[in-house]
């Protein structure tokens, strides 16, 4: 967890920060540091603080592979955090913390939506082609949904093509229901297979 701090939960059981405020701090951290909707299955394992903590979570269904390629598997953002979080109020030690953080339990759904406006309010609302595969974790799923038509630029110059981030949060949107769009290649093979 580096650059991220432990939970805090006595200062949310002191009653010196509200725990809807210490929840948006934390998942405010987390974003900071992976500015992206999608993360890693490697970085997912060091949010959550080991792999067997992340395989329980998996294996208890909480932890849901979003897209799988060949190259890596991704998750939402927004899960990783409800896991991260859910396994550090279940190892918190004083009672007392955990019954002051029963009236803040979130869903992943709800993390989900504070990570979407989270990126909102830290990522331009235009976004240069350049900086696209890094928010889309990996450079093969920008390139599939630019080539499928998905991903379509806003405006073109001699040297600078630029997307609108609304564009881009449809397109992973998009992406989490239909799933990666095919190769060209691949397209190909399966309309001769039909």
């Given at each position: 967890m580096?650059?991220?701090?432990p939970?805090e939960g006595?200062?949310?059981?002191?009653g010196?920060?509200?725990?809807q405020?210490?929840?948006?701090?934390?998942?405010a951290?987390?974003?900071?540091?992976?500015?992206?909707?999608?993360?890693r299955?490697?970085?997912a394992?060091?949010l959550?603080?080991?792999?067997?903590?992340?395989?329980?979570?998996?294996?208890?269904?909480?932890?849901t592979a979003?897209?799988?390629?060949?190259r890596?598997?991704?998750?939402?953002?927004g899960d990783?955090?409800a896991?991260?979080?859910?396994?550090e109020?279940?190892?918190?030690?004083?009672d007392?913390?955990?019954?002051?953080?029963?009236?803040?339990?979130?869903?992943?759904?709800?993390?989900?939506?504070l990570?979407?406006?989270l990126?909102?309010?830290k990522i331009?609302p235009w976004?240069r082609?350049?900086?696209?595969?890094?928010?889309?974790?990996?450079?093969?799923?920008?390139l599939r949904?630019?080539?499928a038509?998905?991903?379509?630029?806003?405006?073109?110059?001699?040297?600078c093509?630029?997307?609108?981030?609304?564009?881009?949060?449809?397109?992973?949107h998009?992406?989490?229901?239909?799933?990666?769009?095919?190769s060209?290649?691949?397209r190909?093979s399966?309309?001769?297979?039909?």
């Open positions: 580096i650059g991220i701090q939970f006595s200062a949310c059981a002191a010196r920060e509200p725990p405020e210490l929840l948006h701090r934390r998942v951290a987390v974003v900071a540091q992976y500015p992206r909707r999608w993360i299955a490697a970085e394992r060091t959550v603080t080991s792999r067997r903590i992340y395989d329980g979570f998996r294996q208890a269904g909480r932890l979003i897209i799988r390629t060949s890596c598997t991704l998750y939402r953002l990783v955090v896991c991260m979080l859910h396994h109020h279940c190892v918190s030690p004083d007392d913390v955990g019954r002051k953080l029963e009236g803040c339990q979130n869903s992943a759904k709800e993390i989900n939506v990570v979407s406006e990126l909102r309010e331009n976004v082609a350049t900086a696209l595969p890094a928010l889309f974790t990996s450079r093969q799923i920008y949904c630019r080539r038509g998905w991903l379509i630029p806003r405006k073109a110059a001699h040297r093509v630029i997307y609108s981030f609304e564009d881009v949060l449809a397109c992973w998009r992406v989490e229901r239909e799933g990666v769009p095919l060209r290649g691949r190909s399966n309309t001769l297979v039909k």
